[in-house]
């Protein structure tokens, strides 16, 4: 089984910056994609930001330019910076990781269990 735990949520100001943490955990034998997604209330859950095991990043163009996502390899966490924030961008972000647990190429997929961040005008 794996885990993921998402971690830096909170009420930001408008132009405000925050760092969202995802760290993965369990039966991992080698990770290929970490995302994070959003889903704001009465809509459906988007991609925000993704990077694959290449270190290839793509954004959402609602957050092209403000929106950061890295990942420590060693420590399978992925992190998301989000600077110049605006209040559209309040909603449940969620941390998604396709996971090997053993030496097949099958993956997995799995989904933390949601941070909220909430950005005031």
């Known amino acids: 089984q794996v885990q993921l735990v998402e971690s830096g949520g909170g009420l930001v100001q408008a132009g405000g910056s925050l760092r969202l943490s995802c760290a993965a955990s369990?039966?991992?034998?080698?990770?290929?994609?970490m995302c994070w997604y959003r889903q704001a209330p009465g809509k459906q859950r988007d991609l925000v930001a993704r990077?694959?095991?290449?270190?290839?990043?793509n954004y959402a163009d609602s957050v092209k330019g403000r929106f950061t996502i890295s990942r420590d390899y060693a420590k399978n966490t992925v992190y998301l910076q989000m600077n110049s924030l605006k209040p559209e961008d309040t909603a449940v972000y969620y941390c998604?990781?396709?996971?090997?647990?053993?030496?097949?190429?099958?993956?997995?997929?799995?989904w933390g269990q949601g941070t909220q961040v909430t950005v005031s005008s």
């Open positions: 998604y990781s396709q996971v090997r647990v053993d030496s097949s190429p099958r993956l997995y997929q799995y």
């Open positions: 990077i694959t095991s290449g270190g290839m990043t």
């Open positions: 369990g039966s991992i034998f080698s990770i290929n994609d």
